[in-house]
């Protein structure tokens, strides 16, 4: 009995030290097969768990979705390993917002992506706004520089030529000829205000997550390619091999088929890498 006491003790003592000596615990290795996403409210999540997840799972991974309801807790959970990954933003927010907090994230890929588009309850045609018409839009920098430069494009306003229009903010707009009122909001609160304002610029995801159908849009976005939606990471684990696996995924032909079968992602506009790789087949 006492030989019998010895050896288990010897065992604990050898199994709680491999604990201390070999690099990385086996907590760890269990969590390296664990990839948590933060998300936004809209269709990513959905992309995920439809085109994402069960790729990974093939690989052995057990992946789960953490949602957040603006654009500032994503970036910040990822930072603080509080997830692994998350799929909500655009490369130019990315850089914005981890220069504006400090953080050290990186692109790892682009997926289809929903635009912005202009909403109305009330009208129909850009033509029918009237003088003194109110406009919301996203009042994050970046986003309110893309809105701003939409609505530059679909001729409403003109902003000043001087300045990089990447950071235009409403100071920088030159001519407003119909006298529009631009009132910047959170991007999550945007679909709410379409009762009572003549025009909404709404991003992709917030209109899909409000149950607005992205065909019912005045006018759609075409996206620049930097303005895909882009699965991002801690910088330090952009050469980890969950991160490679994420890309591999992504690039695969079980992506490309689960969103080319989807009513919604199919319709979305594709990264410049996926229209090389599979053609551009997106519905319009």
């Known amino acids: 009995m006492k030989k ?163 950071k235009a903010s409403e100071k920088d707009i030159t001519e407003n000829p119909i006298g529009l009122v631009i009132t910047p909001l959170d991007a999550a609160q945007i679909p709410r205000t379409l009762d009572t304002v003549a025009i909404a610029v709404i991003n992709g995801n917030y209109a899909i997550a409000a149950g607005i159908k992205l065909s019912s849009a005045i006018v759609l976005e075409k996206l620049d390619d930097n303005l895909k939606i882009v699965v991002a990471v801690r910088s330090d684990d952009q050469n980890q091999q969950f991160v490679k696996d994420i890309k591999e995924v992504v690039e695969s032909e079980g992506f490309h088929k689960a969103i080319e079968n989807s009513d919604l992602f199919s319709s979305f506009q594709k990264p410049d890498w996926y229209v090389a790789k599979w053609g551009n087949s997106t519905k319009n």
Do not use: M, W
Not at 118 to 143: C, F, M, Q, R, W
């Open 4 to 166: 019998y006491i010895k050896q288990t003790a010897t065992a604990a003592i050898l199994l709680s030290l491999a604990f201390f000596l070999i690099p990385g615990s086996l907590a760890a290795s269990q969590n390296d097969k664990e990839i948590s996403f933060g998300i936004a409210p809209g269709p990513y999540g959905d992309l995920i768990n439809q085109a994402i997840k069960p790729g990974l799972e093939e690989k052995g991974y057990t992946v789960s979705l953490v949602q957040f309801q603006d654009y500032v807790q994503p970036d910040l959970a990822l930072a603080n390993k509080e997830t692994r990954a998350n799929l909500f933003q655009h490369v130019p927010y990315l850089t914005q917002f981890s220069k504006d907090h400090n953080l050290n994230l990186s692109s790892v890929i682009s997926v289809p992506t929903a635009g912005l588009g202009i909403y109305s309850h009330k009208i129909k045609s850009l033509s029918e706004l009237k003088k003194g018409d109110e406009v919301t839009i996203a009042n994050d920098p970046t986003n309110l520089a893309r809105a701003l430069r939409f609505l530059q494009k679909v001729g409403l306003i003109k902003i000043n030529p001087n300045i990089d229009a990447a």
